[in-house]
């Protein structure tokens, strides 16, 4: 059993930068792969950012290319999303979540946060 912790949204203006945090008790937290998915009002969960295990392999959705980057410190059992030249259409709940695999779909991710609200203002 993992338990999952955001922390970090806020409110920024266009063009701001934020950085998410997720805290995960637990056991052997680097074998799973963890992700951040976020949900707007109205829409569905959608896919972020996904980090393997060990780190060595990332993804990432289009829409967050290159703007976002997500990390892991495996001896600190955390997982980090920096979020960079935000824009209004990233506003949402962010969740982290995780998964035995990586994959991109919510519905093969186990565990999951609570949320953290990141509102980004034009």
């Known amino acids: 059993q993992l338990q999952l912790v955001e922390f970090g949204g806020g409110s920024v203006q266009a063009g701001g930068s934020l950085r998410l945090t997720c805290a995960v008790s637990?056991?052997?937290?680097?074998?799973?792969?963890m992700g951040w998915f976020r949900q707007a009002p109205g829409k569905e969960r959608n896919f972020v950012a996904a980090?393997?295990?060990?780190?060595?392999?990332?993804l990432y959705a289009d829409s967050v290319k290159g703007r976002f980057t997500i990390s892991r410190d495996n001896a600190k059992n955390t997982v980090y999303l920096q979020m960079n030249s935000l824009e209004p259409a990233d506003t949402a709940v962010y969740y982290c979540?995780?998964?035995?695999?990586?994959?991109?779909?919510?519905?093969?991710?186990?565990?999951w946060g609570q949320g953290t609200q990141v509102t980004v203002s034009s």
């Open positions: 979540a995780a998964a035995g695999i990586l994959k991109t779909t919510p519905d093969k991710y186990d565990y």
């Open positions: 637990g056991r052997a937290f680097n074998t799973y792969t």
């Open positions: 980090i393997s295990g060990r780190g060595s392999t990332s």
